[in-house]
């Protein structure tokens, strides 16, 4: 074998475990065929990584995704480990703390339209014709990463009146931080539909002036041949509903592009379809957009497509294997076309013997490549 490449793999909690099996099943027939090494090494993130060491992310797990090559993150949390106790650790805590350790400032989450799956959509088909977006969403400022506290003893805040408690989170956002995810959406913007949206609040937030004004700073001085659309955060809601073709590609902070492209999720039809990846300067990583579905856990019903498209957009950005990539999006485009889907993105059209478990729809993929 002439290269190799370093994978840590994340699989955390819930559904993680089933949908990584067939991540790794996929590169292993993709390092075959491409002759490339992929070598694998497990850590534990999330609910997995608080049983076993009382820590959301232990100090082990950050040097394994340190080391690696790429990172592959499938999902974390569950209701075992919810709790609003500030002072226990929560799964969030492993998610969030190693976006900040890496460094991983951008989000890039691509919602496309798969012509097999246009029925599963909650739009009307006429809708949906042209969506092909692409939201860069700031990931590691804002409101997630502001301070943050609880003041006791509050005059006036108790829900009958004296004295109570009050909370307040922050959102901070400095030219910097705005200026490197803004020229990311500018690059993608120029290898894709030439169109950016800024969305923002800034008709209220003050962060929303700064971040309006170092975007049209950036585009004036750098790129003027890209098309910068400015949307207030509750029109996009609406807009992402009303047209969603305008859009190409959406940069905003990091809870509107959380809420956002949720809501953008459902163009596709399922939590399911949708992949990201998480940039910075050093190690990428790579996960699904949902979360780790507890509700279908350990089943083996659980759709494993938008974790072999995160491992397409990881062959793409982290390893520049992009024949690989195409041929593994090829590969899940034909498996919808001919008509298979997990429980998730079936219709009610959809025959029963047509309808796969998660290692099924993995394996159909491996037979496609
Ligand atoms: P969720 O994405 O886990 O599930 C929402 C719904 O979508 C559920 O009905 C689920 O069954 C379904 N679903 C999600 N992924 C699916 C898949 N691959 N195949 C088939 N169906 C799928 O969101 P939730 O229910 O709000 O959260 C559950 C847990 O996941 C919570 O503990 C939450 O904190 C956590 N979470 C983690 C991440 C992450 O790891 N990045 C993201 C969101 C939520």
Not at 23 to 43: C, M, N, P, Q, R
Not at 150 to 166: D, I, L, N, P, Q
Not at 172 to 183: L, N, Q, V, W
Not at 237 to 258: K, S
């Amino acid at each position: 074998m002439s290269t190799s490449y370093r994978i840590c793999l994340l699989p955390g909690d819930g559904i993680g475990p089933e949908i990584t099996a067939e991540a790794v099943t996929v590169l292993g027939a993709i390092g075959l065929k491409h002759d490339v090494a992929f070598e694998f090494s497990e850590a534990l993130l999330g609910g997995a990584a608080i049983d076993a060491t009382g820590s959301a992310l232990p100090e082990a797990t950050l040097e394994v995704a340190k080391a690696a090559d790429a990172v592959l993150l499938a999902a974390i949390g569950g209701p075992k480990w919810d709790t609003t106790d500030p002072a226990k650790p929560r799964p969030e805590q492993g998610l969030l703390g190693i976006r900040k350790a890496l460094g991983l400032y951008a989000n890039l989450r691509p919602v496309k339209i798969f012509d097999a799956l246009r029925d599963a959509s909650s739009l009307k088909p006429e809708f949906l014709e042209g969506v092909d977006m692409l939201i860069v969403r700031e990931l590691t400022g804002g409101l997630y990463f502001g301070d943050r506290a609880r003041e006791t003893g509050v005059e006036g805040a108790a829900t009958g009146g004296g004295a109570g408690m009050r909370a307040y989170d922050t959102m901070t956002y400095s030219e910097y931080e705005i200026e490197r995810i803004a020229r990311i959406a500018f690059e993608a913007a120029r290898t894709r539909g030439n169109r950016v949206h800024s969305v923002d609040k800034a008709n209220v937030l003050e962060s929303s002036r700064l971040w309006r004004e170092v975007v049209h700073r950036l585009h004036e001085a750098e790129y003027s041949d890209v098309e910068l659309v400015d949307q207030l955060v509750d029109n996009s809601a609406m807009q992402l509903i009303r047209t969603p073709a305008q859009f190409d590609v959406m940069v905003t902070e990091n809870m509107f592009g959380d809420i956002l492209s949720d809501e953008a999720s459902m163009l596709t039809g399922s939590l399911g379809m949708l992949a990201s990846a998480s940039l910075g300067d050093g190690t990428a990583l790579y996960e699904p957009s949902h979360g780790s579905a507890p509700d279908i856990a350990g089943q083996g019903v659980a759709n494993p497509l938008a974790m072999l498209l995160s491992v397409e957009m990881m062959l793409r950005y982290s390893f520049a294997m992009h024949d690989a990539a195409d041929e593994l999006a090829a590969a899940i485009e034909g498996v919808l076309a001919d008509g298979w889907r997990t429980r998730d993105i079936a219709s009610a059209d959809t025959l029963s013997e047509k309808i796969l478990g998660t290692s099924a729809m993995g394996e159909l993929v491996v037979a496609r490549l």
